[in-house]
């Protein structure tokens, strides 16, 4: 049902095109080698659970609602919004540029070098079988309850760094190794979750190939001078 420029319907059909421009899909995938293609600021949510199914997001939004696998996902300036549903994206062909949109949740801790708080990244993991050559991804975040001040409290530097951290842990990029290292990754903490937003903050990830290739922000914890890294209190 086409409705003022919105489909809303799943879609069931084998081998099947489909092509939107400036347009928005409500509906979910469940049909076996289908291509969709947004352009022009088109729009789709739902989710896909069939086999062969390929993604071009060109200047477009994927709101992700639930567990998806996706065979061929190629991106120009694309953006997957991980924040309107749960369960993971596994990707088997990645190429292109996209944006990965996560959402965060700042909880007590016990943990006095970020001011007894802790971050929580939601959503589920973003996985990433291979990648073309050149092929570059971000993860971002926004800055709800985050201080990212030149004179910010050091507990509050550290919770920074900690919430680029867990939002690369997101990433898997499994092919990783010392000779394959297509895909680059970058973590980002903006303003807000639009895709104009200004960023604050944005940093290199690293690939754990011991672990799936994990992506990884690596940092190094901020104390005050009257406090040793070694004390207990830390």
Do not use: C
Not at 177 to 190: M, P, Q, R, Y
Request: glycine content about 10%; overall charge negative; charged content about 15%.
């Amino acid at each position: 049902i086409m409705e003022n420029n919105t489909w809303h319907g799943n879609n069931n059909g084998v081998n099947t095109t489909i092509t939107l421009e400036g347009a928005e899909w409500q509906g979910d995938n469940t049909a076996q080698a289908t291509t969709v293609t947004l352009d022009s600021s088109a729009t789709w949510k739902g989710y896909n659970i069939a086999n062969d199914f390929a993604l071009n997001l060109n200047n477009s939004v994927w709101y992700k609602t639930g567990t998806s696998t996706i065979a061929n996902l190629n991106g120009t300036n694309g953006i997957v919004d991980m924040t309107t549903g749960s369960g993971d994206v596994t990707v088997s062909n990645y190429e292109g540029n996209v944006v990965v949109l996560y959402g965060h949740t700042i909880i007590d801790a016990d943990s006095i070098s970020t001011g007894n708080k802790a971050v929580v990244v939601n959503g589920g993991n973003f996985t990433i079988s291979e990648a073309d050559a050149g092929s570059q991804i971000i993860l971002r975040t926004d800055s709800s309850g985050l201080n990212l001040a030149v004179d910010a409290e050091y507990t509050e530097k550290n919770l920074v760094n900690a919430t680029l951290a867990a939002l690369a842990n997101k990433l898997y990029y499994t092919e990783y190794s010392d000779t394959v290292k297509n895909l680059s990754g970058k973590v980002e903490i903006a303003e807000g979750l639009t895709s104009v937003a200004k960023s604050l903050r944005i940093e290199d990830i690293t690939f754990d190939k011991a672990n799936n290739g994990q992506g990884q922000y690596e940092y190094t914890k901020l104390y005050p001078e009257e406090q040793l890294p070694g004390s207990s209190n830390i």
